[in-house]
């Protein structure tokens, strides 16, 4: 689905990717792990087609480009920040991000109300967003994200400051979606909580650590937890 | 002890803000500047004298009465030799349309007859009109000396009158007779300010609610969603266009029924369409300017910075209250950078000067130069920007 070959991606003399090679396949639920700063939005904002490459080359579908008008109709994200209108209610936000992707306005108002009642915002779709508690926030942006039916949904912390319980349903719906074939690129800094995704890539300065299945990780660092399979794996490299 | 560490984060975060230092120190030098040349002086009236026939040997006498008054005295390009008195009228028109004088006064051969015919003997004294101020300063310049002029002037005195008599033949004033290119003697001050507020309000406003808006589209991250959709640039530009352009218009619309109701004169249907495209034009570049100005402030702040950035030196230097004449040329050329220089020009020529909206051509050209300029450069940045973020 994404493919990275060789991406760099410098600013100045900063490298923040460093000669990236990474296979998402289609249908799983892929998580790019690592802590701030070690470049996992600047590999969303290219794989985006907001951001270039210094070098390398990256692939949607195997032909196309990010950016292209193509892959932009099947690409849906959901950014860190709170992104909705605040003087929008919470149906009006939905359906203004599902009529620029130029949905039919009968298809784009049924499925509104599916999505709103699937992140259980129904009783709240008059609201307006500003008047949200920040949990709500989240579940609307994620309706916002699914209105066109993505393919690649890219998300970037979906659940920075969202309380445990609601994390869970979040995790519920990310597995939901790839089983019906969607490909979901998480990036989060709790390590612990991407033991859920169907593969992740270790990230440090830019630089790919190790790229498998959270079991096959923990294994491999003979750990029952992600998070010290990660530390691990970054003193491993540190080491040698 | 609190406060003072406050206060320390303050100044290390404003001192590393090279741009909110600069505005803090400068801006105020800059408007202190403009306001200290915008009331530095009155602008000057000036004058031209045109004699014909025996009235020629007056005229120096007139220009020494003249000279002792607040206004310029220029010589006109109108050649010392005598035409067709239509002729002749039609060169002082020509030389009030050009701009070389906002008065011009005719004294011709038949003054002199006239005077001794027992008659208070007319003068013609042409008026360009269009600025209230100007006008007044040499209407009064020259009321003020055509006493000296009728007692300067030859009388013929039959033997039956007395000394008195004798004495109101000389003093019998003149006739002065006022034409005017533009207007009349009904103008008010006021007249001559109304026709600029259309394109200030809207353009201040559009501005304004441009930046805010547009910032917080950048700030809160939906900017970054709909430029990842399916949706271009131009599009983007061209909706905010859409969305402000009814808020504006009816501004606008708003705007112009106060003036068109204050305004002592008739306005036709055509001069209101021309305003209002003018007015439109306004609209447009003060758009694309607030979304540039936001583009380029990297916080709120700074965006807000940019207001009295951008409305100040309008406000001052296009012609608005003061005239760009008392600025030094510096200012003068800054002021031909300014929008709203142009839509004043325009807005005056149909609304004072009564004439049709394509006789500004040079000023629709220059706004329409404006805002496509604004917007090329608002791409380039926008794409600038999105590839070093």
Not at chain 1, 146 to 167: C, F, K, N, W
Not at chain 1, 220 to 240: H, M, P, S, W
Not at chain 2, 46 to 55: E, F, I, K, N
Request: charged share 20%; glycine share 6%; net charge negative.
């Amino acid at each position: 689905m994404l493919k990275l070959t060789r991406v760099t991606k410098k600013y100045g003399t900063q490298t923040v990717v460093d000669n990236l090679d990474l296979n998402i396949p289609q249908g799983i639920v892929f998580g790019l792990l690592g802590p701030n700063g070690s470049g996992k939005t600047t590999i969303l904002r290219m794989a985006m087609g907001l951001l270039k490459p210094t070098s390398g080359r990256l692939s949607i579908l195997e032909k196309y480009s990010p950016g292209d008008k193509l892959v932009r109709k099947k690409l849906g994200y959901m950014p860190q920040q709170l992104a909705v209108y605040p003087g929008l209610s919470v149906y009006e936000n939905v359906l203004f991000f599902g009529r620029l992707y130029g949905i039919p306005e009968s298809v784009v108002q049924s499925r509104t109300h599916k999505l709103l009642k699937m992140v259980e915002l129904e009783p709240e779709q008059n609201k307006l967003a500003g008047d949200l508690s920040g949990g709500m926030l989240r579940r609307l942006m994620l309706a916002t994200t699914l209105i066109h039916q993505p393919s690649l949904i890219i998300l970037d912390e979906p659940t920075a400051g969202v309380d445990p319980s609601l994390r869970l349903r979040f995790w519920d719906w990310f597995a939901e979606l790839a089983q019906t074939g969607t490909t979901i690129l998480i990036t989060t800094h709790h390590i612990s909580e991407a033991s859920r995704c169907d593969k992740v890539a270790f990230l440090r300065e830019g630089k790919l650590l190790e790229y498998d299945t959270p079991e096959s990780l923990m294994e491999r660092y003979n750990c029952n937890d992600l998070e010290k399979a990660f530390v691990q794996a970054t003193q491993a490299r540190i080491g040698g | 002890m609190v406060t003072h560490w406050i206060s320390w984060r303050i100044i290390r975060e404003i001192m590393r803000d090279r741009r909110t230092l600069a505005f803090f120190f400068l801006v105020p030098l800059l408007v202190m500047s403009l306001i200290y040349y915008a009331l530095q002086e009155d602008e000057t009236a000036r004058l031209g004298v045109v004699s014909r026939g025996v009235m020629r040997l007056f005229e120096a006498d007139l220009m020494m009465t003249l000279e002792e008054e607040d206004i310029e005295l220029v010589s006109l390009d109108i050649p010392d030799e005598e035409v067709d008195p239509e002729l002749l009228e039609k060169l002082i028109w020509a030389e009030l349309r050009d701009g070389h004088a906002e008065g011009i006064l005719f004294l011709g051969e038949q003054l002199l007859e006239e005077r001794f015919d027992g008659k208070r003997g007319r003068i013609d004294f042409y008026l360009e009109g269009s600025r209230p101020t100007l006008t007044a300063s040499v209407v009064e310049s020259v009321a003020s000396a055509m006493d000296d002029l009728a007692a300067s002037l030859p009388v013929v005195i039959d033997s039956s009158c007395s000394a008195f008599c004798a004495n109101s033949v000389n003093i019998k004033p003149l006739d002065l007779e006022e034409h005017f290119l533009y207007g009349s003697e009904d103008y008010r001050l006021i007249d001559f300010f109304l026709p600029v507020f259309p394109p200030f309000f809207v353009f201040f406003f559009t501005f304004l609610i441009t930046t805010i808006t547009f910032q917080r589209e950048r700030l809160r991250g939906t900017l970054e969603r709909l430029l990842i959709a399916p949706v271009s640039f131009a599009q983007i530009v061209m909706g905010y266009i859409g969305g402000f352009i009814i808020f504006s218009g009816c501004q606008a619309v708003i705007i112009l029924t106060f003036i068109l109701t204050l305004m002592s004169f008739k306005i036709t249907l055509s001069q209101v369409g021309a305003i209002t495209i003018l007015t439109l034009l306004m609209l447009l570049i003060s758009l694309v300017l607030g979304l540039l100005a936001s583009f380029l402030a990297a916080n709120e702040f700074q965006a807000v910075q940019f207001i009295p950035l951008v409305i100040l030196p309008q406000i001052f230097l296009s012609d608005m209250i003061w005239s760009i004449d008392s600025f030094p040329v510096f200012f003068q050329w800054i002021s031909l950078a300014l929008p709203l220089t142009h839509a004043n020009v325009a807005m005056r020529n149909v609304l004072l000067k009564q004439q049709n909206l394509w006789d500004s051509w040079p000023q629709l050209l220059t706004l329409s130069g404006f805002f496509l300029g604004i917007l090329l450069f608002l791409v380039l940045v926008s794409s600038r920007q999105q590839n070093s973020a």
